[in-house]
């Protein structure tokens, strides 16, 4: 029933991420899919552990990118630089080793964005709307868990006794 109530949780989420963004003009949310699916989880308390981890992480990604590519400008070098700089703030630093890997990816589409759109203005643009996306992604994805526990409600299995004294 776990595996039902989350392709449940998924694809209602799908929904209502795709329809939102696509209702606002955003032709390519798939880094709002993508945060949703990696946020989204049948039981609500890891769901919730996955949401927080994702978002501290996410902050701090962005701020990382954010700086690098404000100080340095947006080239392969300057985001192998601030990968490594959010892997070692993400590690010692924020110390929440639940999605660590988030910080150098969000990094990673901050500065890639302004690499892609040779412009550091359009690339901040870019960055940032694509980090909306993934907290959007994450929220909705976290919403959709919290209701579904509520709505469907799933029960530990039975503890049973395998000692064989039981006669």
Not at 7 to 24: E, G, H, K, R, S
Not at 62 to 81: E, H, N
Request: aromatic fraction near 8%.
């Amino acid at each position: 029933l776990i595996g039902m109530r989350f392709a449940i949780n998924v694809a209602i989420a799908a929904a209502i991420v795709w329809q939102t963004l696509d209702a606002i003009g955003d032709t390519n949310p798939i880094w709002a899919i993508a945060s949703m699916i990696a946020a989204s989880e049948p039981e609500f308390t890891e769901a919730h552990r996955l949401f927080r981890s994702r978002i501290i992480n996410v902050m701090v990604g962005c701020a990382i990118g954010l700086l690098f590519i404000s100080m340095a400008g947006a080239s392969a070098w300057v985001m192998s630089l601030a990968l490594a700089a959010a892997v070692l703030v993400s590690s010692y630093v924020v110390k929440i080793k639940t999605m660590w890997r988030q910080a150098p990816i969000t990094a990673a589409i901050v500065i890639a964005s302004g690499i892609t759109s040779q412009s550091f203005a359009h690339g901040v643009e870019q960055g940032l709307h694509k980090v909306a996306e993934v907290l959007f992604g994450c929220l909705v994805g976290l919403i959709v868990s919290w209701v579904m526990s509520k709505v469907w409600l799933i029960k530990p299995p039975p503890l049973t006794s395998n000692s064989g004294l039981d006669a």
